[in-house]
């Protein structure tokens, strides 16, 4: 028992467990001098909802890598939640929208992505598929649907539909409380609930989850459907800020930014390790990135080698972190 | 009489305190065979492992021609001409059985600066060694595609590379076939033959009376006796391997089981597993299952639990009809399967101590809506459970449970499931890996649960451990039930011939 006790002592726990956060105080301490209007109103709201846009496909993604498994059909599930929601608004809705339309849209697009997921649980679960292949075919064939069932062709969205992601409460933009709200529900699941430890057994080891009687089929499932839900949840969001449903609605760089994101925030893709306050550390790390290399007048080619060789300067610290801990 | 060509002198070894090896010393003179024998655990694995460069020995020699010899690593060992047959298979399923044979050291062609493996001597080579164990299977055949027995004859084939001095065999029959067998004995008399220093290991008397030329008797890491074959019978080397005082480990048990069944197993059959198996656990009993490996001991609790599929019989819990066990099935209606491999399938080796306890009873502290966890419930009954058990730890709720010893470790998945509120628990090696204190602890609580109530199936390879505690035996071999042995009728000698097959019981 350590004299570990107190607001400092949890304040060095947190600092310990998350490196990340000493990476973004050095890459705000670096760049603030060099581009101030960093710190202006405006940026600082821009960065908000990047992170907040970040922060909802990384929190579904580390659902699936708590268990072990990994998500790369995410783009894909955006873009055919997408175009299915629009087009049900381009039929159904005149130019503002009904908030009855509004609302059957969402629906239908967050049962977009619970649908997929299900597939891709089941698959893992059930018939024992690598979920690396099971999501990796999904990324082509459901991102080809999307391609296929609107020609190519970007379908505009009603001016109600785009209060989603324009719209504010209390002068804070809509998006930010819901991913608030959604974040607090992520942590609420994985550390107060059944499923929440649950979805740690079956990635600490699936085989002794199996022998402890833990429903693993299930759980696997509940994984998945969280990933795919909070990917339509994220196409929601895109969809409303580019007025238009389309099936290339992100790019699939997205992918590295919240695996990455996940994985600089302390979740390992080993599986078991993961929480939603780290996750959070690592997207607002991420996005920080974007941001600052934006200001710095970076080119869009700059922004993703740097990402990329960030993330998996990040991954290799995991890697040796794992080796280590051997002796703790 | 030749000389020797291995000396084992004055080797000591211990593992986390414990003593396993007490100034071991024989030899083995060229040409020789040497049986060691003893129970499981007795240090025999042990010894042969620091013969190998696996472990290092804490004090003592080895002398291999005369000359000391300390290997640091199995490749060491190799070089000296000293080969090691193990009890598990080291092969490569999804490589040729030539490329088996020569994974360590591949027969190459070209310059220093680029090779590549000359296909044609490994093949030739590769038959060479394949005839001399009598193996007759093609050198490009998979290792997976081979039978239990060949792939046993190919291990062998690979330790008889090289200029051979000395052999070990650690437990090779097991998974042969009695042709088989006595395939693997001419070769070992071949090698005799040769000059060849070699040491057998088995639980299997009758071969070890057959085949050797002396016998070794190991106990508790000490050698109880060595000499010529024929100055012992087996019932003398059985008594050798077995005797000690077992009231000082062994708690005393204060109830006797009551006579309630709650686990009947009714013709229990799975081709080529279990053969008709019948018992009944009742209330309060502790049933050991004695057996050798590949008895089907193991196999039975894993059908008992919904693990593995059964063909025919009926499985009764509290009286009532099991149909299509699953483990979630059984845990449900109180079962506990405390399993042989501890790391894969008993505990979650990097997440915490309380992450470990809680994972059974789970959803006993879950709302019955959304299972909302009463978190502070569950933290102060893991931590009741962890003291019970006096599991020595640090932090509950940050150290990793693959930081604990085997003992500490065991205790964990040994409280996980008393967390979950289990009455009947089916324990497969339940000491296995644990030292001497933790496992008293362990004996303990165990007899202590017995005593309240709850029922158990003790399997173990250690026959003292399951006379220490058990109420009844059943003596299993070749998956059926060979003998039911009541406590006052306990005769280790008897139990252990029935389990090794040898001779009726009388």
Redesign the interface.
Known sequence: ??PVRGNIGHIQLFLRDYPVVWLSLGLGLLVVPVRPEILSPLNLETLALAIALLLVLSLGQSFVLITAGIDLSLPAIMSLASVVGASYLAGNSDLTGTPLSILTAIVAMLLVGLAIGFLHGFSVAYLRMPAFLVTLASLMWVGGIAVWYTESVRIPVPEGFIQVWYGRLLGIPVPLWTVAILAVLAHFIL?????G??L??VG??L?????????IGRTIVFAYMTSGLCASIAAVFYTARLHTGSPELVENEVLLDCIGAAVIGGTSLFG??GKVIGILMGVVFIALVGNCLNMLGLRYWHVIMIKGGVILLAAVLDAFQ?RW??A? | MTRPVLEFEHIDKSFFGAKVLKDVSFAVRSGAIVGLVGENGAGKSTLMNILSGILTADAGWIKVNGIPFAPQRPDESALAGIALVHQELNLFPNLSAAENLFVADFPRQGSKWLSWIDRASLRTRASELLEQVNLDVDPGTLVEELSPGQKQLLEIAKALKGDLKIVAFDEPTTSLTQPETQQLFSIIRRLKERGVGVIYISHNLGDVMRLCDQVVVLRDGEIQAAGDKDSFTIPDVIQLMVGRELETLFPRRRNTPQDVPVLQVRHLSQPGIVHEVSFTLRRGEMLGISGLMGSGRTELARIL?G?DSYERGEILVEGETVSAPS??K???RGMA?L?EDRS????????SIE?NV???G??E??SRF????K?ETLKDRVGEVVRELSVDC??IDRQ?V??LSGGNQQKVVLG?WLL?GSRILLLDEPTRGVDVGARYEIYQKLVELADEGVSMIVISSDLEELVGLCDRILVMSRGEIRASVDRQDFDRKEMLQAAIGEERLT
């Open positions: 028992m350590g550390s107060n609930t059944v499923m430890r649950r740690y057994a600490h080891g085989q002794t989850a199996l022998v402890s009687g833990v429903p078991g390790k794992r801990s051997g703790e | 639990f693990l483990p979630r059984c845990v449900d399967f399993t894969l399938e008993g505990l979650m080796p990097s997440a992450e809680a994972l059974v789970l959803e502290f879950g959304l299972g909302v966890l978190r640090r932090r990793s693959k930081t996980k979950g």
